[in-house]
């Protein structure tokens, strides 16, 4: 069974004001797949990865479908949605400190988030957090849990904040601009770490970038977004090597080389 199924999702100002801000986007995610999304600034990328959690602003509403393992998402109720987030479908931000809290050390965010979610003991809970920081080729994973946040460089605290994503064991990854943030050499080892988790565990992740070529070492398909709508969508080696839509062929443009897959050494 396909894992996701979006079917011509509008997200509108519940006011009914002004034009849609997503239109009518339909696109599907397999287990194990990473569907690439692209698209300049303004374009619904985030708005529709929010809309898969649940967490329009406020004052944004959405319709049409989205089917998730068999089950309506936009008909659920708040306290569905909250099982929903984590468990099922888990987000990893461009900054990752904002999905840590500052003043916390990594050991009890990770126990706590673990023993919130998944109701282990203390000690269980630790060992679970350990197991994450590995999962995520975190070094001496010990040592780490008694650091605070700022201690870490960028890429580590993003490889945290990986890791809490993962505590449920989400079917579903939804990673928005994961690698903005970060300098070329640690983007590639995050990329890296994505692709292994989704071989590993069958998760499905949706990565979302206004960078083509970030996409062309990792994504199985692609969707293009412009101005609210998908104007492209399929095998991402089709869409790298015949792109159809002339918007979509200038943002290849923009990218150095173009043979696909990049060769290592443009991907980073
Ligand atoms: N709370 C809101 N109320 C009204 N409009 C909004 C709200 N949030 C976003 N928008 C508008 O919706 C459109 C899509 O925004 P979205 O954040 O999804 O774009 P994006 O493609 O993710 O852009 P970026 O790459 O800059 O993150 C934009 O025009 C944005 O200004």
Same mark, same amino acid.
């Given at each position: 069974?396909t894992?996701l199924?979006v079917?011509?999702?509008t997200?509108?100002r519940?006011?009914g004001a002004?034009?849609?801000l997503?239109?009518?986007?339909s696109?599907?995610? *397999?287990?194990?797949?990473v @569907?690439? @999304?692209?698209? *300049?600034s303004?374009?619904?990328?985030? %708005?529709t990865?929010?809309? %898969? !959690?649940? !967490?329009l602003?406020h004052g944004?509403?959405?319709?049409?479908?989205?089917?998730?393992?068999?089950?309506?998402?936009?008909?659920?109720t *708040?306290?569905?949605?909250q099982?929903?987030?984590?468990?099922?479908?888990?987000?990893?931000?461009?900054?990752?400190?904002?999905?840590?809290?500052?003043?916390l050390?990594?050991?009890?965010?990770?126990?706590?988030?673990?023993? !919130?979610?998944?109701g282990?003991?203390r000690?269980?809970?630790?060992?679970?957090?350990?197991?994450?920081?590995?999962?995520?080729?975190?070094?001496?994973?010990?040592?780490?849990?008694?650091q605070?946040?700022?201690?870490?460089s960028g890429?580590?605290?993003q490889r945290?904040?990986?890791?809490?994503a993962?505590?449920?064991?989400?079917?579903?990854?939804?990673?928005?601009?994961?690698?903005?943030?970060?300098?070329?050499?640690?983007?590639?080892g995050?990329?890296? %770490?994505?692709?292994?988790l989704?071989? *590993?565990?069958?998760?499905?992740i949706?990565?979302?970038?206004?960078? %083509?070529a970030?996409?062309?070492?990792?994504?199985?398909?692609?969707? @293009?977004?412009?101005?609210?709508?998908?104007?492209e969508?399929?095998?991402?080696?089709?869409?790298?090597?015949s792109?159809?839509?002339p918007?979509?062929?200038v943002?290849?443009?923009?990218?150095?080389?173009?043979?696909w897959? !990049?060769?290592?050494e @443009?991907?980073?």
């Amino acid at each position: 069974m396909t894992l996701l199924n979006v079917d011509r999702l509008t997200i509108s100002r519940a006011s009914g004001a002004g034009e849609p801000l997503v239109r009518e986007a339909s696109f599907t995610v *397999e287990r194990g797949e990473v @569907v690439g @999304v692209v698209g *300049e600034s303004g374009s619904g990328k985030t %708005l529709t990865g929010l809309s %898969l !959690l649940g !967490l329009l602003p406020h004052g944004l509403r959405a319709s049409g479908s989205i089917v998730f393992d068999g089950r309506e998402l936009l008909a659920q109720t *708040e306290k569905q949605w909250q099982r929903t987030r984590g468990a099922d479908i888990a987000m990893v931000l461009q900054d990752p400190s904002s999905s840590l809290h500052p003043m916390l050390k990594l050991g009890e965010q990770l126990t706590d988030h673990v023993r !919130l979610h998944l109701g282990l003991g203390r000690a269980a809970a630790q060992a679970k957090a350990r197991e994450l920081l590995e999962r995520v080729h975190l070094r001496e994973p010990d040592r780490l849990l008694g650091q605070y946040p700022h201690q870490l460089s960028g890429g580590m605290k993003q490889r945290v904040s990986i890791a809490i994503a993962l505590a449920c064991d989400p079917k579903l990854l939804i990673a928005d601009e994961p690698t903005t943030a970060l300098d070329a050499n640690i983007r590639t080892g995050i990329i890296a %770490l994505l692709d292994e988790l989704r071989r *590993e565990s069958g998760m499905g992740i949706i990565f979302v970038t206004h960078d %083509l070529a970030m996409l062309s070492s990792i994504a199985d398909r692609l969707n @293009v977004f412009r101005t609210g709508e998908i104007v492209e969508a399929g095998e991402a080696e089709s869409v790298f090597r015949s792109p159809q839509h002339p918007y979509t062929r200038v943002l290849l443009d923009a990218v150095p080389q173009v043979p696909w897959p !990049l060769p290592k050494e @443009v991907q980073s």
